[in-house]
């Protein structure tokens, strides 16, 4: 954010209890932008006994993620959770435990985590291109945002967990170990 939302003027940072902050010079407006984190409710589905992750139409290729979506205003987390169910996959589904929340301060985002047992027809919307269905056993949560609840959620289960380093460069390893899978 470069220009004041209240009143268009240039913002300037300055040092407000220690952290830079950009404000308003405008006399009377006082605007600061607090740079507050983000609430992203990420949604591990587990769909006829396995995990489904996807990759988002904007990620290369072999790269899969659980489901993930922005809290809108007035929603609950947990309504937020069945929303982005249904919006970004076509299922329904009921919330199992909440798996639990995640700062995630390379983007900005606090993660809130939920496990949803779903069920219906996989209907992809267009901002996710395909889908894996990965057997429990199988899943190697990335040591970042959502692979710590995944990592989480695994261990709730009994299963190992071993934390994946994750690399641009270990997408293909990724992609290979998962291509196996039934889509
Ligand atoms: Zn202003």
């Not at 587990?46 to 995990?51: A, C, D, P, T, W």
């Not at 967990?161 to 170990?177: C, G, M, N, V």
């Amino acid at each position: 954010m470069n220009f004041c939302p209240q009143c268009g003027q240039a913002l300037q940072e300055r040092i407000i209890d220690g952290q830079p902050r950009k404000c308003c010079p405008a006399e009377g407006c006082g605007f600061v932008a607090w740079n507050n984190p983000t609430p992203v409710i990420a949604v591990l589905v587990e769909y006829e006994g396995k995990v489904l992750l996807a990759r988002n139409a904007a990620w290369p290729e072999g790269l899969f993620s659980v489901i993930t979506g922005y809290l809108e205003a007035g929603e609950t987390p947990e309504e937020c959770a069945l929303r982005e169910l249904g919006e970004e996959l076509g299922l329904s589904g009921r919330i199992v435990a909440t798996i639990g929340h995640y700062a995630f301060t390379q983007k900005n985002q606090l993660i809130l985590a939920f496990h949803i047992e779903a069920e219906g027809e996989i209907k992809l919307n267009e901002e996710l291109i395909e889908f894996r269905l990965v057997a429990k056993e199988k899943l190697k949560p990335w040591n970042f945002g959502t692979g710590l609840a995944v990592h989480d959620w695994l261990v709730s289960q009994g299963l190992p967990a071993e934390l994946y380093p994750f690399q641009t460069s270990s997408l293909k390893t990724l992609e290979s170990d998962l291509s196996g899978e039934e889509k």
